[in-house]
């Protein structure tokens, strides 16, 4: 018999996509030919997106939560994620809610109220899907998708198509730190690099 390396006691982890994990654009970057096209985006990989989704795959359930369109969301993730990744679930922007976002509103003083409306990842949707949030872990470039769950959220930079990009090789190491936590939501994580 193998070791199975999915425990039902494993964390969920749910990542992005969009600048967190790749970087799509409607025109190529001139330094680097795309890793591949998908409905007339150009997708750049993040660097080391292959062993972080290998090794996140050994150490948690995982799924994967964007705001992009469910179509994309579901390609992206067939095309990146590794054939035994055994995703608890793949939601697009259909399973976002579409609120207005105050921050953004105040930022351009008070200004354009329409264009402040936006899809955030509202997690307490887990829980009539079984799932403890102190056991949930989010991992977001865009602070605002996750702003109803500020004790879940980690923020790695915004990825727009470096070569040379290091945030999932050290993001990986702070995860393995928190992988048997039994509440997430009591660490700070604001901070995150340090700990890495
Ligand atoms: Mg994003």
């Known amino acids: 018999m193998t070791m199975s ?20 654009r409607s025109t190529p970057l001139p330094d680097r030919p795309a890793d591949f096209e998908l409905f007339d985006y150009h997708i750049y990989l993040r660097p080391h997106l292959a062993a972080f989704l290998r090794e996140v795959n050994r150490h948690f359930k995982l799924a994967v939560w964007s705001s992009a369109s469910d179509d994309y969301v579901t390609e992206i993730t067939r095309r990146i994620f590794p054939p035994d990744a055994s995703l608890e679930f793949v ?21 354009d109220y329409h264009s402040h409306y936006d ?10 899907h079984g799932y403890r949030l102190e056991r949930v872990l989010i991992v977001d470039d865009t602070p605002h998708k996750a702003k109803r769950n500020f004790g879940n959220a980690i923020y790695p930079t915004e990825y727009t198509g470096q070569l040379h990009d290091n945030e999932l090789p050290q993001l990986l190491a702070y995860l393995l730190t928190l992988k048997d936590a039994a509440n997430v939501r009591q660490l700070e994580k604001r901070g995150w690099r340090d700990h890495s």
Not at 92 to 109: I, K, L, P, Q, V
Not at 119 to 128: A, C, G, I
């Open 5 to 24: 390396s999915d425990s039902p006691n494993q964390i969920l982890l749910i990542l992005d996509l969009d600048e967190t994990l790749v970087h799509a």
């Open 119 to 128: 899809y955030v990842k509202v997690l307490k949707k887990l829980k009539r």
């Open 91 to 111: 939601w697009g922007r259909s399973r976002c809610t579409y609120c207005f976002n105050h921050a953004a509103f105040e930022e351009t003083g008070y200004t």
